[in-house]
DNA sequence: CCAGTCTCGTAACGAGCGTTACGGTAACAC
DNA sequence: GTGTTACCGTAACGCTCGTTACGAGACTGG
């Protein structure tokens, strides 16, 4: 090791940026020139870190899953009941604030990428798979008496909605205020008695 | 005139061309070589008809969202109640089959492109707040009684609803058969007691 | 039948891309 | 202090991109 050499950090410097160049300047903008910039280094850096453009993605795909994971872990461990977790872990999929929006770019930004990259969407899968499960889990634990059926049914529906919103609110915050979303949540919640 | 030249026609081919590209390679592959060899024709084709790739990229999203309009328009004035347009309407926006499945991976590729393109993104408000405005209207002649805030919750929840619906099963089609979509979609009219 | 116009394939341009090669410099071992 | 190693900026490579220029051929009006 020499200079500043922390790797990890680095990393994850870099896939922040990758982040930053997909939210503000769209996946056709997003070369390893304009990720070193986002990143304040030069190419040289990011292959230096990366083999190639495509790990680089893969990366920062991968961090981008393990933030949220972090992040609605602990929403469900800090909640007082399976009810509160449940919209706690449904809320903070929607794009309410300024973070939240730009995570629902990136987000849609992979998809779009995973169109023609086997590992992305393999990736996606692997994530969104588990995600479908945590929030089945979910409401297994606040409706407990419900068939099997109905819970998947219900779930899907939740975690639909959700990333749905999180998209149009992404695309046109002025169209979909935090508020908006919020009553659509509850009043979901509330329809399938998960309130 | 002469040769071919049935303008129109030619238009709308190349914006089928854009689709194919789109759906199958991805944003990153929509090149203008790409498009023509879908189309069966070289560059100067595309050049000729378009002043250049944005747009072909603008006339591709306008055709798409008419050709999506006009099967709405087409479901809901045959059907027999209401009721029976809202989930009509909203079915067809679910991704059920490889057409509306590939139509659901074409308008995210859109929307991942819009973030850098002013006028895609004022195309994509333009024509999304319709489709919202749509809804809001088939679920007030559905549940004529509401107050107004409901109807509009209501409606958000159910375009979210399968808008997500339509993403999660274009990316994964094995994970979201069409008839957990339906059934979902079933579920959450009860839920919302427009069945 | 001929001049003129429209159509569209071909070929090339400059710009920007991912990637590679190289070298100067900082950090460490001894 | 000196040799060695890892770090990373610089510059260049070959390639593909959007776009332009040009010309051959098909059609049309007179």
């Not at 083999?51 to 949220?68: D, Y």
């Not at 929403?75 to 300024?98: C, F, I």
């Not at 929006?101 to 849609?108: N, P």
Request: with cysteine.
């Amino acid at each position: 090791m020499s200079r500043t050499a922390d790797r990890p950090a680095q990393g994850e410097a870099l896939s922040r940026a990758v982040w930053e160049v997909l939210a503000h300047q769209g996946l056709e903008k997003l070369t390893v020139r304009a990720v070193a910039a986002a990143a304040g280094c030069t190419t040289g850096l990011v292959m230096h870190r990366f083999p190639n453009r495509r790990a680089l993605l893969l990366h920062a795909r991968e961090l981008l899953h393990e933030k949220t994971r972090q992040r609605v872990e602990r929403l469900e461990a800090t909640a007082a009941t399976p009810k509160e977790a449940l919209r706690a872990v449904l809320r903070q999929g929607l794009a309410t604030d300024a973070e939240t929006a730009t995570e629902s770019v990136v987000w849609m930004g992979f998809l779009a990428a995973a169109v023609s990259d086997d590992e992305l969407i393999a990736m996606h899968r692997r994530n969104n798979r588990s995600w479908r499960e945590r929030v089945e889990r979910l409401v297994a634990s606040a409706a407990p008496g419900w068939p099997q059926a109905r819970t998947r049914s219900v779930a899907l529906a939740l975690i639909t909605m959700a990333e749905g919103a999180a998209a149009f609110a992404a695309a046109d915050p002025a169209g979909y205020p935090a508020a908006d979303q919020e009553r659509m949540l509850d009043t979901a919640l509330e329809a399938y008695g998960l309130i």
